[in-house]
Every structure is written in C-alpha cells, then in structure tokens.
C-alpha cells in the first residue's frame, strides 16, 4: 500500500513537472497571448469593431457567459503583477494534477495484475497513453481545449460530459484491450464510442475572440504536452512500482 | 486457506479501490472544482489539460 502510493506519488512528481516545463516553453506564451486578445488589448480583424462594440455584441449574444469582470479581469491583475506567483501554481497544479492521474492509473494496473495481466516497461508506456486518451483525447474531440475567451456551452454541463467521457474511455479500453472473446471487446469499443455518439454540448454558433492560428496551435500543443507527459508517467510508474520498496 | 485467500484479495481490492479515489479526488479538485480561489490557481493549468474551466 505504501509502495503503491509512493510510486504513483513519485512519478506523478516527475511528470508534473515535465508537464509544467514543457508547459512553459510550448503552451504558457499562447495562453498569455490570448488573454490580451480577451481583454481587448489586442483585436482580430482589426477595424470590423471597436473591443467595444465587440464585448457589447457577445455579452448580449451569451448573456450567461462567464467573460465580464468578475471572470476573467483577476487572470490579468495575477498575469502582469506577479508572474513568478503564476507560473508557481502552474507548477503546483501541474504536479498535483499528475500525481491525481497517477494514482488512478496505478489503482489500474494494480486491478490488472491481480487477475494476472503482466505489465512490463511497454505496456507501462502504453498505460500511460490510454491514460492520455481517456483524460484527454477523447474529451477534447468533444470539448477541444479551449484559449481564455473562448465561448462555450453550459459549464456543469460540459464537466458532466467531459468526466462521463473520461470513464467510458477507461472501460472502453480495458474492456477492448482485455475483454474475453470478441463480443466483451466489441462492447468495449462500443462504450468508448457511446459519449461522441450522444454528443458533447456545445453552442448554435461561434463567437471566438482570438485568430483561429492561435486556438489551433494551442489545442495541438496542449495535446502533445499530455501525451508526452502521461507516456513519461506511465513507464515511470510501472519501473517504480516493481522496483523493491525502500527498506 | 481459501477464506485466507479471499480475505487477502479482498484488502487488495479495497486498497486499490481507495488509491483510485484519492487520485480522482486529486484530479477533481484540480480541475473541476469551482471556488473562485481554486479556480484561479489552477487556471492555466486547466486551460492546457482541456479542463472544462469557465
């Protein structure tokens, strides 16, 4: 039990802070990018509306958006006063939000090993980027990641669809990996399936504030990070994980 | 013997399950929960693991 905790603890760690450094060369820049185009200080298409004009035509457009003051104007105060407070959260987050997948991952693999599936290095790796897809591909081909000031449905809404998402893909997958005889695999792939079938929420139209060049680079990036970092948390985990505890 | 067995699978599968509900815990709270001060904290970090975030 303490070897379990510590290992995913460990690598969580790690990959957290992986995560948070290639966060900061490839994906922090576009976020504070996108806050100037939030806050107005940059516009699109300069000259088709003033920022005035185009906050007065969303606020009417999305009246239950959460883009006025209260929202987003305390990113940018943390955004220009303190920097290094920022980025230290990100830090923090970073590695308790790895250490968070960590733990479930590893509860994985432990359930695996008990009905006897042997998990090596490579499969770890492979662990680790099932991983990446049901927390983060899967829901984003429904909710892609979005840039601040970017609009989008209900809120409790979207977190309802995106957990649902993230455990239809964890069954989905261990049962189409592991399932026994074709039907367990093929209802495997069919939950996987099952949330992109239903839908996730979204909005009648489109009311983005920020070039679309950005968003896209942003949405790649961020993808890349987490596939990089959850491969690096699954390898790590299995090697710590059948290492002999400490003494 | 049996019982043993059964016991000590059973622990197992408990202390599984509880690992898996302190990284979920983990996991929600990074990203799900909704408290203004949380959710500033971990705002960018959100933004960039495709959290719902506001």
């Not at chain 1, 601040?148 to 964890?170: K, V, Y």
């Not at chain 1, 792939?189 to 996730?200: F, Y």
């Not at chain 2, 408290?35 to 693991?49: E, I, K, P, V, Y």
Request: charge should be negative; proline fraction near 5%; include cysteine.
């Amino acid at each position: 039990m303490k070897h379990m905790l510590s290992s995913a603890l460990v690598a969580g760690f790690a990959a957290g802070l992986l995560c948070a450094l290639l966060q900061f060369l490839l994906v922090q820049p576009e976020i504070v990018l996108a806050e100037r185009y939030e806050a107005g200080e940059l516009v699109h298409f300069q000259g088709l509306a003033s920022p005035e004009e185009r906050a007065a035509a969303m606020a009417q457009a999305m009246p239950d958006m959460d883009m006025t003051a209260e929202g987003s104007e305390h990113h940018h105060d943390e955004g220009s006063e303190g920097g290094a407070h920022r980025q230290a959260l990100t830090v923090l987050f970073a590695v308790l939000t790895y250490c968070g997948y960590g733990l479930v991952l590893l509860a994985a693999m432990n359930l695996a090993e008990q009905v006897g599936i042997k998990l090596g290095l490579s499969q770890g790796i492979l662990w680790g980027l099932a991983g990446f897809l049901a927390f983060q591909m899967m829901p984003a081909l429904g909710l892609q990641p979005d840039l601040p000031g970017t609009p989008s449905a209900d809120l409790t809404a979207r977190q309802i669809w995106w957990a649902a998402t993230a455990a239809a893909t964890g069954v989905g997958l261990w049962f189409a990996a592991y399932g026994q005889g074709l039907w367990q695999r093929a209802a495997g792939l069919v939950v996987l399936v099952a949330p992109h079938l239903w839908g996730a929420p979204e909005l009648a139209s489109f009311g983005g504030i920020v070039p679309p060049e950005l968003a896209s680079s942003f949405a790649a990036r961020s993808l890349a990070v987490g596939m990089v970092t959850w491969a690096v948390l699954g390898g790590l985990i299995v090697t710590l994980w059948h290492s002999d505890p400490a003494p | 013997m049996n019982l043993i067995q059964t016991s000590a699978r059973s622990s197992v599968l408990a202390q599984t399950l509880f690992v898996a509900l302190v990284g979920l815990t983990l996991v929600f709270a990074a990203g799900f929960a909704q408290s203004q001060g949380l959710h500033d904290a971990a705002h960018d970090m959100r933004h960039s693991t495709g959290f719902p975030c506001h």
